[in-house]
């Protein structure tokens, strides 16, 4: 079983559907996730930030960690052409040397 | 200014070449990092400095050396690639090494083929 595990898609929606993507792990140790927004021939970029269970909201974005089901998820509410990329999610250990494991990534599209 | 700059944005070179990506920062960050990516795959973490010092070398062949000349600025010097070695190479800043403070600023990436 790979630590972290996230469906490449492709996923297509609708504009201003609400959008989820997940990700799952298997590293009990996994204290701080993030998720990254990646565009086509750029480099990721930071959406969220999160070190505890629960749910934190930023704009049209919410990121939602469930240590007990070692599950986190993205949500996206009244999608947008412009969130069509690649969303990788991301981890990390105290103990593992600073050494961040990413998700293969979501490919979303937002069709007009 | 929340940039961190990566130069060339794309870079052919022959096997036989040496060529260097640059990459510069001035948030005042203390840890750098080179990363990998392939096509349709996550970023494949290569080295991490912190404050100067190479602290993380992930098994990265020779061929690929490393740089910091100061706080600011991060090399990798390439010599002798394989066509293998084609990828997107993401360079990123964080505040300070340490699980807490990886909040990773990436570079839009130097776009490098091997021919």
């Known amino acids: 079983q790979k630590e972290v595990e996230q469906d490449p898609g492709p996923l297509s929606v609708p504009e201003g559907a609400i959008v989820s993507l997940n990700c799952t792990y298997s590293n009990s140790a996994f204290q701080y996730f993030m998720w990254y927004r990646q565009y086509s021939r750029k480099g990721p970029e930071l959406l969220m930030y999160?070190?505890?269970?629960g749910n934190k909201e930023d704009g049209r974005f919410t990121a939602q960690v469930d240590k007990s089901s070692k599950y986190i998820s993205l949500f996206i509410r009244d999608s947008q052409p412009s969130d069509s990329a690649t969303y990788l999610c991301?981890?990390?250990?105290?103990?593992?040397?600073?050494?961040?494991?990413f998700g293969k990534g979501t490919r979303l599209h937002i069709l007009p | 200014d929340t940039e961190v700059t990566q130069t060339p944005k794309h870079l052919v070179m022959g096997m036989t070449n040496k060529k260097s990506l640059k990459c510069e920062q001035h948030?005042?960050?203390?840890?750098m990092y080179w990363y990998k990516q392939k096509a349709k795959k996550p970023p494949e973490l290569m080295f991490v400095y912190s404050y100067e010092k190479l602290s993380i070398n992930e098994s990265v062949p020779s061929r690929f050396s490393p740089e910091c000349p100061n706080s600011s600025l991060l090399n990798l010097h390439l010599h002798a690639l394989q066509p293998e070695d084609s990828a997107l190479y993401l360079c990123a800043s964080s505040q300070d090494k340490g699980a807490t403070n990886e909040k990773l600023f990436f570079g839009s990436g130097t776009q490098l083929s091997v021919l």
């Open positions: 948030m005042g960050h203390r840890a």
């Open positions: 991301a981890m990390g250990d105290l103990n593992r040397d600073d050494k961040i494991i």
């Open positions: 999160t070190y505890s269970s």
